[in-house]
């Protein structure tokens, strides 16, 4: 026999030595408990996912959008510009049918497929003005919060008036920890504000 071979039946010989501890564990009462639990917890997380999805669908297809100018991009030299829209009532954006759905965050993949589904599911009220999403939907958030029964055209006005009072703020630092922004979201600059 080769040591090739030996080495092959050895490694054979250990591994259904492990087998059989693993059968022995199996039989375990802590062992059964936590595979059953591992195994429900599974089936609860995909009913998770699946509520999640189908809640964010209905908050999508229910809303009547706010819309902001998320961002612009392209060659303005050579003619070739778009612009994304969200809304900052419930943070549809268009922006994520510029990627592949492959390339998305969960979330993200349901916004896709709510506009894949309905392409004229971003319409409402257009508020003419380009700002950044995340800004944006914080703002609305503040504003809600502070007058939770305000009509949605007087929404648009609060919001472009507090986006001209931060646009002419130099602390915005400041603003943006009042506004409970993500602490990934460090600073935005005036031209990320800007009537259109």
């Not at 008036?161 to 400041?174: F, G, Q, Y």
């Amino acid at each position: 026999m080769s040591s090739l071979e030996k080495e092959y039946n050895k490694l054979i010989e250990q591994r259904n030595k492990i087998i059989e501890e693993i059968k022995s564990f199996k039989e375990s009462e802590t062992v059964k408990k936590y595979l059953e639990l591992t195994r429900l917890n599974e089936e609860l997380y995909n009913q998770q996912l699946s509520l999640y999805k189908r809640i964010k669908e209905e908050k999508y297809t229910s809303c009547k959008h706010i819309l902001v100018i998320s961002e612009i991009g392209g060659d303005r030299y050579h003619g070739h510009s778009h612009k994304s829209r969200g809304c900052i009532k419930c943070g549809l954006n268009d922006k994520v049918l510029s990627f592949n759905r492959n390339e998305l965050s969960p979330s993200e993949k349901i916004m896709y497929d709510c506009l894949k589904k309905d392409l004229h599911r971003l319409r409402g009220i257009e508020t003419k003005v380009a700002c950044d999403l995340t800004l944006a939907c914080a703002i609305y958030k503040e504003i809600k919060e502070t007058y939770p029964n305000i009509d949605d055209e007087t929404t648009v006005e609060y919001f472009n008036t507090t986006l001209k009072t931060i646009r002419n703020n130099s602390h915005k630092d400041e603003i943006a920890k009042r506004l409970k922004l993500d602490s990934n979201y460090n600073v935005w600059y005036g031209r990320d504000v800007y009537n259109d």
